[in-house]
């Protein structure tokens, strides 16, 4: 089967990341000592929030027919296969606390967020390829310039730590 989202899905989809992106970062705060990566966490996680609200204006401000469904879905079963996709492959809501158990230092933790936001970039990209007109897979681009960024950020990090 396969589903062509919409830019307003599409959003919805980086909504949900971001989300529990932030959730992540300030959970992990409460496991690292290290305060050059807890400041960078605590940064990461205020990322998060302000990418939300951004993800969540745009979304906002598209035409209407940016929000228009692909496929009919009289349940709206479409949204919630979006938020199911966002929790199982990017950081997972509700796994959160069982992932943190594997956080056992400073570079586990390290590792751990870069393993997410390569994931991050990954599910973006996917979802480019199944992603209606330019629109949509601008919005991708964007996503995934942002995740990028923050893979930079953690790898410099880690690096500085010693991997």
Known sequence: MSYNFNAA???NVAIQIEENGRK?????LKVIGDAGVKKLFEDLAVQEV?????FESMKAGLPAGAAASTVWDPE????????AMADQHVFAGDDIAEELN????VKSALKLAVSFEKDSIIFFL????VTEGKTGQDTIKAL????QEHLRRLSLELARIGR
Do not use: A, P
């Open 144 to 147: 995934v310039k942002e995740e």
């Open 126 to 129: 996917s979802l480019q390829d």
């Open 9 to 11: 899905e599409v959003f």
């Open 76 to 83: 709206n079963e479409t949204d919630m296969y979006i938020k």
């Open 24 to 28: 992540f970062y300030e959970q992990s």
């Open 102 to 105: 594997r956080v056992k230092d």
């Open 50 to 54: 302000e990418h939300r609200k951004r």
